[in-house]
């Protein structure tokens, strides 16, 4: 399909509109995951709405000693996969478009929870990163907005502005696009050498051995329910030894539900072993949180959680997440 590239917001909101108008929010250097964004975008919009790409290098979002400068710029092909993917409308703003007059006297502040986690590792970075959405959400007057469940803490506060200070749009968030080898998708893989690579992948083995501990003792728990509470019941539960999780049946059974400690330990250890790496794999944090306020779940946690990961392969950060629910048939 043909693809409008537009710089200014006058040229956007000149645009006649007949359906929904989606938008998906980028900082460019896009790849399929950002593809599977403007896809989805396509699809709740409808044949009749429109699709809105922004491609904006913020640089409220960027620290000190962050890689502002060499943070890659692909316009040119960025324009090309978003019109393949489905996008009407590329918006690339230059800063002065989007700040004139230089940096915003008056911001968004994140709060207690932009502290946490990603805050507490860039301070300052969850601040632009709201203040660019909640103007890029005026700019581009959008029905509803499409972020990545990758950068969870981010769509999470995101979710909160917009409820919070009562943005009229929705916010959808869309499952992380991996690799064969289960990367997640980033923009910052291709600054990865091959070693660095294989090194990194222990971020995603990390959450999936995290994942896999959490499906094994929520089997075993679901198992247990159906038993009634007498020395049969032990009995049963041995019987269930093929799975690994079996080796501590006893505790798994007597745990309260979900195993939040069992699920740390699982992916903790992984990421031990990639420390040990040549390169060293440099974990930041792992966590388990509460996605409403990122903070960390207790053992008698039930509902909805987040497994997140940080950590540095040479000079490159990387973040991933899965989620997870806690006690899902109590």
């Known amino acids: 399909m043909t693809t409008t590239l537009l710089s200014t917001a006058a040229e956007l909101h000149a645009r006649a509109r007949a359906g929904r108008r989606a938008v998906v929010m980028t900082m460019g250097a896009l790849h399929e995951g950002h593809a599977a964004l403007i896809r989805t975008a396509r699809d709740l919009a409808g044949p009749d709405g429109e699709v809105v790409v922004t491609v904006f290098v913020n640089p409220l979002q960027f620290g000190a000693g962050e890689d502002l400068d060499r943070y890659p710029r692909t316009l040119d092909a960025d324009l090309k996969l978003a019109g393949e993917s489905g996008a009407d409308v590329v918006f690339a703003p230059a800063v002065d478009e989007v700040y004139p007059g230089g940096e915003p006297q008056v911001r968004i502040t994140a709060g207690p929870m932009g502290e946490r986690l990603e805050g507490a590792s860039r301070p300052g970075h969850f601040d632009g990163m709201l203040t660019v959405v909640a103007k890029l959400l005026h700019l581009t007057r959008p029905d509803l907005a499409l972020y990545g469940q990758k950068d969870a803490q981010q ?79 032990a009995e049963a539960l041995s019987a269930i030894g093929e799975s690994r999780a079996a080796a501590d049946a006893h505790a798994v059974a007597t745990a309260v539900p979900g195993g939040p400690a069992a699920v740390r330990a699982a992916a903790r250890q992984v990421l031990d072993e990639a420390a040990r790496l040549d390169p060293p794999l440099v974990p930041d944090y792992l966590a388990l949180v509460d996605p409403t306020d990122f903070t960390e779940i207790g053992d008698d946690f039930t509902g909805e959680a987040v497994l997140a990961v940080a950590a540095r392969v040479g000079t490159t950060r990387l973040i991933d997440n899965v989620p997870l629910t806690f006690g899902a048939a109590s």
Do not use: K
Not at 162 to 168: A, K, P, Y
């Open 155 to 233: 769509l999470a506060l995101i979710r909160r502005m917009v409820r919070d200070l009562n943005f009229g749009v929705e916010i959808v968030g869309v499952p992380t696009v991996r690799e064969e080898d289960g990367l997640a998708l980033s923009s910052r893989n291709r600054y990865l050498s091959p070693a660095e690579r294989r090194t990194a992948l222990a971020l995603s083995s990390a959450l999936f051995a995290g994942q896999d501990r959490h499906a094994a003792q929520e089997a075993l728990r679901a198992r247990a329910r159906e038993i009634p509470a007498t020395r049969a019941r």
